[in-house]
């Protein structure tokens, strides 16, 4: 079992195996819209847990590839175990910890990922002005006021958004909303979508947490900066 995970042979079939069943996905999603058009606008196990029994036919590929992810982290985790466990040189250091270094970063990419969908949550609705809106872990939003600039020819040309955030009753952030200017608030990020004046003012927010964020960042650069590092030194050493 253990020279399984070892190989390299794993690794590969592993990685050609999930992109098949991402093949059969991206059939799968146009043609079944009502089953997966949530899935980018909802936390991940959030998603899982309304599946169904009756959608598992089209819904198969997904945790297909779920198991083959599974499979390569289990992989990975034991090829780098074994590449440290190794004796190493001075002359070869750089070369050695180059791809444990990728395998630190796809393994956070991983991590971010997981957390993000165990710990995370996304909600979105209308919230009119002068309205509270109550969050998860005992926060609320509050809606001050909602603004818009218009051109001559009415087209809305600028809007913004005034919002109070409290959590357990006492106020913790306050800021101004609007186009690519969210409120962020530890690990929190509160979004204007959309607004109107009609039949009274309201904004379109979107709340969302991803405790898995700043894992994200960090795995995405230990991963390139070990990939950049091995193929550096392989291309000086050809």
């Not at 992109?19 to 991206?26: A, E, Y």
């Not at 003012?201 to 898995?212: R, T």
């Amino acid at each position: 079992m253990k020279n399984f995970f070892l190989s390299i042979k794993t690794t590969v079939w592993t990685l050609l195996l999930l992109i098949c069943f991402f093949f059969v996905g991206s059939f799968m999603m146009p043609l079944h819209r009502e089953i997966f058009s949530s899935m980018n606008d909802d936390i991940l196990l959030a998603w899982v847990a309304r599946s169904s029994v009756d959608t598992i036919w089209y819904t198969a590929w997904f945790f297909a590839a779920i198991g083959g992810l599974v499979l390569l982290t289990i992989n990975t985790l034991v090829c780098s175990i074994q590449a440290v466990r190794e004796k190493w040189s001075r002359s070869n250091v750089l070369l050695r910890i180059s791809p444990q270094i990728t395998h630190i970063g796809f393994l956070f990419i991983l991590l971010a990922h997981l957390l993000g969908g165990v710990r995370g949550y996304r909600i979105s609705g209308a919230l009119p002005e002068g309205a509270v809106a109550r969050l998860p872990e005992g926060q609320a939003l509050y809606l001050r006021s909602v603004h818009a600039d218009s051109d001559g020819r009415g087209f809305p040309r600028d809007w913004s958004a005034e919002v109070t955030l409290f959590a357990n009753n006492e106020q913790v952030a306050q800021g101004t909303l609007g186009p690519n200017q969210p409120l962020l608030y530890k690990g929190m990020g509160i979004y204007m979508k959309s607004f109107e004046f009609e039949p009274r003012p309201y904004a379109v927010i979107l709340i969302a947490k991803d405790p898995g964020a700043i894992w994200a960042l960090v795995g995405g650069i230990l991963f390139i900066l070990g990939s950049v590092t091995l193929l550096a030194l392989k291309w000086k050493k050809a």
